[in-house]
């Protein structure tokens, strides 16, 4: 059995949405490896988010985001299945990071922005960043529509 430590534990948490058990198991079966954890709970998190998919995401927010000066703007129509997590924290962060995101390219369709990399973290994508919000939420999240104005 592999000396986990607590810091691991808790990020891993954070990052995958998982439960502290999950998370120790993960660890374990690492041998207490972080990435190697990491990368078989990233694995249940997108099997999770495949089950999901056909759930209706009938509630959700629009978040919008404004940058330079004013002179950049986008909205999101990000999508969930209830208001109760529409209105979590997480949610809208994670919404106004994907609407930061919007800012930066020219996105024409939804799925050009699901395969982009994500501006704060490269290694992901924000097809990623939704598979973890729909992990930890428990729902079916997605982008509804976007749209970007600049000066």
Request: aromatic share 6%; proline share 1%; hydrophobic share 40%.
């Amino acid at each position: 059995m592999a000396n986990l430590n607590v810091e691991d534990i808790k990020k891993l948490r954070e990052e995958t949405g998982a439960g502290v058990m999950e998370v120790k198991q993960a660890l374990e079966e690492a041998n207490g490896n972080y990435n190697g954890a990491k990368a078989e709970l990233m694995k249940k998190v997108s099997a999770k988010a495949a089950k999901k998919a056909d759930r209706n995401a009938k509630d959700g927010l629009v978040v919008s985001y404004i940058h330079h000066g004013g002179k950049i703007g986008s909205m999101i129509l990000l999508a969930c299945e209830t208001d109760f997590v529409a209105k979590t924290d997480y949610f809208q962060v994670v919404g106004r990071d994907i609407a930061m995101q919007v800012c930066t390219e020219d996105y024409e369709t939804i799925e050009e922005l699901l395969s982009s990399d994500y501006i704060k973290d490269p290694s992901k994508k924000i097809s990623d960043l939704i598979e973890e919000l729909t992990a930890k939420m428990g729902e079916k999240i997605e982008i509804k529509r976007f749209v970007k104005f600049s000066l």
